[in-house]
């Protein structure tokens, strides 16, 4: 059995579910960057994170992405169970921000294991009510809180996904999860180093 499923889901499924999983499912490794779903995309099999982390972004009709949430270790994405459920095109955009393990169970498994275990009815129904409220989360933070608020979270969200104080990203591909432009979040980063809070490097953003 892979031994990262056993790891992972063994407090989830029963020994008989992780045996079917094991069995059916496509075992994935790929490094960060790499584009796992695409809009418009139809979606043939589920993924199980094993490890790492992965973006789910929502593009604009300009193509402009606006970050909605964060998958990882032992999540599945909400998105793509939709997708999957009702034979539909992708809506969002997955991708790889660190390299991870994962495994893709085939869509006509899903239906057949909600009817046969109750352990797989729940960890689908809670990946649904996990997801929802981290995307009403960023709703709230688009709606309510200033760009420099939204910017010192997104640093924080960061930090646990990373676990690391350095992140290694461009002060671009900021601007491009928040959906403001390059200048705004370079402005803003600057006041943080000002502020004592972060301090900012060639490659990377050290957070003080």
Known sequence: MIPELQANYKTFFEPELLAEI??????????AGIDLIRPGQFIKSMPLLLSGSIKI?????????????????????????TCCMGNTKSEIHAVTETAAK?????????????????????????????RMMEMLESIDNIAFNRMDERLENYLNDKIEILNSKHIYIT?????????????????????????HKIKLHRSFIEVL
Not at 62 to 74: A, I, Q, R
Not at 102 to 127: A, C, D, H, Q, T
């Open 22 to 31: 094991n069995d059916v499912a496509t075992f994935k490794e790929v490094d």
């Open 102 to 130: 994962l495994i893709m169970i085939p869509i006509g498994k899903m239906e057949e294991w909600s009817s046969k275990y109750k352990s797989w009815r729940n960890f689908v129904f809670n990946s649904y009510h996990t």
């Open 171 to 195: 002060h671009k591909e900021i601007s491009q999860d928040l959906h403001t432009s390059r200048v705004v979040i370079s402005r803003l980063l600057k006041r943080m180093e000002n502020d």
């Open 57 to 81: 972004m929502r593009a604009d009709e300009d193509g402009n992405e606006l970050l909605l949430y964060h998958l990882e270790k032992g999540d599945t994405c909400a998105m793509t169970l």
